[in-house]
């Protein structure tokens, strides 16, 4: 009897308890939003590997590829026959295609000749991006905007067909960023006030609506969620119809005292509520498909609060920053240039160094808006080409021109 309890003693199994050995091997960075993260690596012993509900069963060498979703970052798990896991978590990342790109309005996108003119240089190599106006200063979406609040406010203007531009745009390989003009919106401040919303605008001491050089009613409330909301939800709806990418404009409180506004709800700063509405915005505009920037003062990396934009801030929560480096925008002596208007190359290499430095560790890179429009000084190819130099000789392969009449300086921009 003892002999046959020895016996069935020594035969029970010990239980498996040992995990699979994963190792995973850092995906290549995505060059867009759309794109499918590609997760590879080795599970030795796994019967599945899985990212959520995507599952798939590795080789007999324990290696394994899965696809899935774009997502900031995913968790690996590796499962053996017993029950037994090990997981790993794998941060995505971004390589941000270069743009060398044009503004144009909705109107002018309307308009065959300054549209073909635009197209002509795509068709030349001289630009691959297209920015085009989704909300513009005047607060109008130039689209059949399917947002309530852009409806109900008048906001709405079908200046242009959305998707067929973005169709057009595609065909000739070119990117296309939508610009929304965040919180300089006269529309919808202009109906919240009328229509008894007061606190959706910022307000003067005497609690009127702030009066500036924009007119008496310009500027929404950055602290107030139903208009950050509102900005979003229209990057949302511009990134699912098929914009590569989302650049706010205007993403600031209005220039001027801070003692002479006041933003109701708001707490903290105003560059605090700045910052916060990037962060509220980046995931759902990455999850819709697009890229997330903003455009920024040249003097905010030197003098933040001026407008609340704090560049460091803001940087980590956008894939590049844009700063308006604009020659005749800046003051005699800044940057040590004395004739900044008449020194383009200058003060451009300059102070995109100063943008560098300010957005060193945040993942965000610098993509600089040049001037290509007349203002003191006559500006044509000579004065377009300094700064495209200035540009690539700081590192940047890349750049927005800006003439609020959609009309460039062809011989200024070399082909790629």
Known sequence: MAGFALSRSAAVPSADTVPPVLRVTPPDPVRSYRAPIVVRGNAVDAVRVSIGTDTVTPGPDGSFEISVPWAPAV????????????????????????????????HAWSHEGLREAVLDLAREGRIDTV?????????????????????????VASIYDAQAALRQLHELGLQVVGRIVAFRDPTVAAWAWH???????????????????????????????????????LAVEAAQLGFDGVMYDYVRRPDGSLTSMHFAGLTGTPTDAVAGFLAESRYPVH????????????????RPDEIAQDIP????????????????????????VPNPSAQPYDIILRSLHDFQTSTAGT??????????????IPYGDAELRAQIDATRDAGIDGFFLWNAATRYHTGGIPPA
Do not use: C
């Open 131 to 155: 920015q085009l106006d989704v909300k513009d200063e005047d607060g109008v979406v130039g689209y059949d905007s399917q947002v309530p609040l852009a409806r109900e406010s008048g906001a």
């Open 195 to 233: 229509n008894g919303r007061p606190d959706w605008v910022v307000q003067n001491p005497s609690g009127q609506p702030y009066s500036s050089h924009y007119g008496p009613i310009a500027f929404t409330n950055v602290a107030h969620p139903d208009i950050r909301r509102y900005n979003i939800d």
């Open 287 to 302: 999850v819709a498909g697009a890229h997330l920037s903003a455009a920024v003062y040249g003097i905010a990396s030197t």
């Open 313 to 336: 801030r803001m940087a980590r929560n956008v894939d590049f920053v844009a700063p308006m480096l604009y020659p005749s925008h800046w003051n005699s002596g800044e940057y040590g």
């Open 75 to 106: 968790e690996v798990v590796a499962a053996d026959a017993a029950g037994n896991q090990s997981s790993s978590v794998v941060v995505t990342a971004l390589a941000l295609p270069r743009m060398r790109a044009v503004h144009v309005t909705a």
């Open 363 to 376: 993942g965000a890179k610098v993509v600089p808006w040049l001037q290509d429009f007349s203002l003191g």
